[in-house]
């Protein structure tokens, strides 16, 4: 079940007994969470019927009389358990036996977010996936993220323009968490009424993201081998090492020299050809049609070799005398001139 569909069943009040929510990608857990809370209390009090335990600290016999006590003037209570993956051997025990025949007035929720979820050898993991529904909110590839962003602002009535929806990705990285604070703040300006539609300028002006000088602008610079230009980027990076740290930068360079070397080595080049490979929005496709020429596959593959090199180098795993300014731009002109 995709997040969608999951957040549909709650948001329609079709509850299941039991979930189990896990994974990566904060963001996803928290609305579901929100979701639960608003949908299963509608029109209840919650101080009678929420109850929340912290799965390191929860004993099983606390849980299971929670789970089995009915609504207090409503037809469901909300027991949730944070940090889930921390529950004790014995409330696992405990909560298997309730799995049996769980209340029916009750939703149960367990919440935790780490990438590994339950051990399935457990009876506790056994029963719960037969009785309940698991949902692991897996953290998205670069690629999966401005689907995720249009599909966030679409249930909000709000367009964005393809150059800024880059832009975000580009300088924000892939935790749709952290984009979906700087989206908040991108509504909050959007007009009430009529069309609202994110813009390119509306991102430079509330983001922090430089109109000139930004890991997006670097990554095209690079492309089109604009030796000068890519150094100045990289410069001006550097002055902001909070808004542009160092992984992030390294990562979107090599997410960009991945795709050209696939492009180079599959000897794809039409622009509709180019989006349909990298599942990318086609207004971008002209971008690596204009880079495509200006590089073979060995240099691609050394350009690889020296992202790899920096990227040991700033993680401290290959000694180096290089500061991290220096490692950088070293790599730029590497990446430029090879």
Do not use: C, W
């Amino acid at each position: 079940m995709t997040y969608a569909q999951l957040l549909g069943q709650i948001q329609k009040g079709q509850f299941a007994p039991v979930y189990y929510l896990f994974g990566e990608e904060g963001y996803y857990l928290d609305q579901l969470e929100a979701a639960l809370e608003t949908h299963v209390l509608a029109g209840a009090e919650p101080s009678f019927n929420l109850e929340i335990f912290y799965g390191p600290e929860a004993s099983g016999p606390a849980l299971v009389g929670s789970a089995r006590s009915f609504p207090v003037m409503a037809q469901r209570r909300l027991v949730l358990v944070r940090e889930a993956h921390r529950l004790r051997k014995d409330a696992q025990e405990a909560l298997a036996g309730y799995l049996d025949s769980p209340v029916a007035s009750t939703v149960l929720a367990f919440v935790h977010r780490e990438k590994k979820g339950l051990d399935a050898r457990t009876a506790f993991a056994r029963k719960l996936k037969a009785v309940g529904t698991v949902y692991e909110a897996k953290a998205l590839y670069e690629n999966q993220v401005p689907t995720a962003v249009e599909e966030l602002l679409a249930t909000r009535g709000i367009q964005i323009e393809p150059r800024a929806l880059q832009l975000l990705v580009a300088s924000l990285g892939t935790r749709l968490q952290r984009i979906a604070i700087e989206l908040d703040k991108l509504s909050l300006q959007l007009p009430a009424e009529g069309p609202r539609r994110i813009t390119e300028a509306l991102v430079h002006e509330l983001v922090g993201i430089d109109r000139e000088f930004n890991v997006f602008e670097l990554t095209l610079q690079l492309g089109l081998r604009q030796r000068a230009k890519a150094h100045q980027t990289v410069h001006y990076l550097l002055q902001q090492p909070k808004a542009n740290p160092s992984v992030l930068v390294i990562g979107q360079l090599a997410s960009y020299y991945t795709k050209l070397a696939l492009l180079k080595q599959e000897g794809i080049s039409g622009e509709k050809a180019i989006a349909d490979t990298l599942g990318i929005n086609p207004y971008f496709a002209k971008d690596y049609a204009r880079a495509l020429p200006l590089h073979t596959l060995p240099q691609l593959a050394a350009a690889l070799q020296y992202i790899a090199q920096a990227d040991r180098a700033l993680k401290g795993i290959t000694p180096t005398r290089m500061d991290e300014a220096h490692v950088l731009k070293t790599l730029v002109t590497q990446l430029v001139i090879h």
